[in-house]
């Protein structure tokens, strides 16, 4: 049976210095960034779905619970590939208790690489036939990563074909003060797009003058440059 030694053995197998040094910049985990004290082994995502794999089937709930709290950000982000794998691999009986663990360790998903490995796939595919209320709460708690974690939950509603969360959850963080907040929502809008152009533009015919300027970039980076021009130069 795997330990959390294992775990974290075979993740230092893969350490490289240099992605070690880098990691902290790319993630802000300086003094006053978004990701403040986050520690690295400097293990590229690949390797860590490696060992995730290697180890989601044998791993114990309290272990993993354990490493969703780890200090060192590579081994939360493994852990939460191996979360996915239990809930996605799980019987419909089984899967809330998945969905309640990945609830009660929210605390543990705070960069937006932990966020968008997870939202969608643990918490939005649960509440597809569900009451919705908890994105809403998320999305009015004042947590950065819990406000991400409620817009990005919704693309599993948008690959069904399923907008109104996505609309209502983007005019609650329309006026959010951070940018990691405002690709999201611009990222959710812009799938949105993709799948139904016509329910994209409801919203942005109504909000695009308001949108901040990197969520709107975001929301029309698909579109035709006509169309993509005529918002950013608020021509519409």
Same mark, same amino acid.
């Given at each position: 049976?795997?330990?959390?030694? &294992?775990i974290k053995h075979s993740l230092e197998s893969y350490h490289d210095f240099q992605k070690a040094e880098k990691a902290p910049k ?45 200090? *060192?950000?590579?081994? =939360? ?29 929210? /605390?543990?998903?705070? /960069?937006? &690489? ?5 939202? &969608?796939k643990i918490l939005g595919n649960w509440l597809l036939d569900k009451d919705r209320t908890l994105l809403y709460d998320l999305a ?31 005019? *609650?963080?329309? /006026?959010?003060?951070?940018d990691l907040i405002h690709k999201a929502v611009g990222w959710m809008l812009k799938e949105m797009g993709k799948r139904s152009p ?18 709107? =970039? ?8 006509? =169309? ?9």
């Open positions: 049976m795997s330990t959390i030694s &294992d790319f993630f802000q985990a300086h003094k006053g960034g978004y990701g403040e004290g986050d520690q690295f082994l400097g293990v590229a995502v690949p390797d860590q779905r490696k060992v995730a794999k290697k180890f989601w089937k044998e791993i114990s709930s309290k272990e993993l619970e354990s490493l969703l709290n780890d200090p *060192i950000h590579e081994v =939360r982000l493994s852990a939460i590939f191996m979360l996915v794998e239990k809930y996605k691999k799980a019987k419909k009986e089984e899967k809330q208790f998945w969905v309640d663990m990945y609830l009660k360790n929210l /605390n543990g998903v705070n /960069n937006w &690489d932990l966020v968008d490995s997870s939202a &969608d009015n708690s004042g947590d950065l990563w819990r406000e991400r974690i409620s817009i990005v939950a919704t693309y599993e509603f948008i690959r069904k074909g399923d907008y109104e969360d996505t609309y209502k959850i983007a005019e *609650i963080l329309l /006026n959010h003060p951070h016509e329910a994209e533009e409801v919203f942005l015919v109504k909000f695009y003058e308001k949108m901040p300027r990197t969520m709107l =970039r975001y929301a029309v980076e698909k579109m035709g440059e006509k =169309r993509r021009q005529a918002y950013l130069k608020g021509t519409i």
